[in-house]
């Protein structure tokens, strides 16, 4: 018989989790080649002082050699995140685009909705890795999270849950891949590429 599956509590959380290291390195031989990243927060209720995810993106992405290309607040409304995101890729501005909030469950969470048709491309691996990391923050409760990814006009677009720690878990996936130096392979790599027919 099978044991049953028990979230760990915190104060089990180090001691049974199983522990994910992440592969590949920084090869630090090579230039840092900075990426063009916009930030959108989606929320009902935050404005731009109280939107403490969107700061932390943006402390993370700067802090980390980027281009803080911009930033928004929209409401949790499909046409609205899609307005903002269609924007900013014709613009020809940004490389890549986070978004943070609405990934969860309630009727208000309409990010994936508005995001996930845009898809030219799927990239699978975010959500599954993301979840691997989460799960040793939140447990089961990274369940409610639908966090995405994906490729639209040869653009990077993210989304992110909108809790603070929900965010620096992203940009733990996230980061390293918008990192030039990582090897054996990065996300900047296949940006000159990602429109070729």
């Known amino acids: 018989m099978n044991a049953p599956l028990v979230p760990p509590t915190k104060a089990s959380a180090t001691n049974t989790a199983p522990s994910i290291r992440a592969g590949g390195r920084i090869d630090e031989s090579l230039a840092r080649v900075p990426v063009r990243i916009a930030v959108l927060t989606v929320s009902d209720t935050r404005d731009e002082e109280s939107d403490t995810s969107g700061h932390v993106l943006a402390d993370k992405i700067t802090g980390a050699g980027h281009t803080l290309a911009a930033r928004g607040i929209v409401l949790d409304d499909v046409e609205a995140i899609r307005a903002q995101i269609l924007t900013w890729i014709a613009s020809g501005e940004v490389d890549c685009i986070i978004t943070t909030g609405g990934t969860g469950l309630t009727g208000r969470d309409v990010t994936p909705e508005a995001v996930e048709p845009l898809y030219d491309k799927r990239i699978e691996g975010f959500s599954v890795v993301f979840h691997m990391v ?54 900047v790599e296949l940006m000159p590429r990602l429109l070729e027919k």
Request: proline share 6%; net charge positive.
């Open 134 to 187: 989460s799960y040793q923050a939140v447990g089961l409760s990274t369940l409610q999270s639908r966090a995405t990814a994906g490729l639209i006009k040869g653009v990077f677009v993210f989304c992110l849950p909108g809790s603070n720690g929900a965010v620096k878990d992203g940009w733990s996936v996230i980061g390293p891949q918008l990192d030039s130096r990582h090897m054996p392979c990065n996300l």
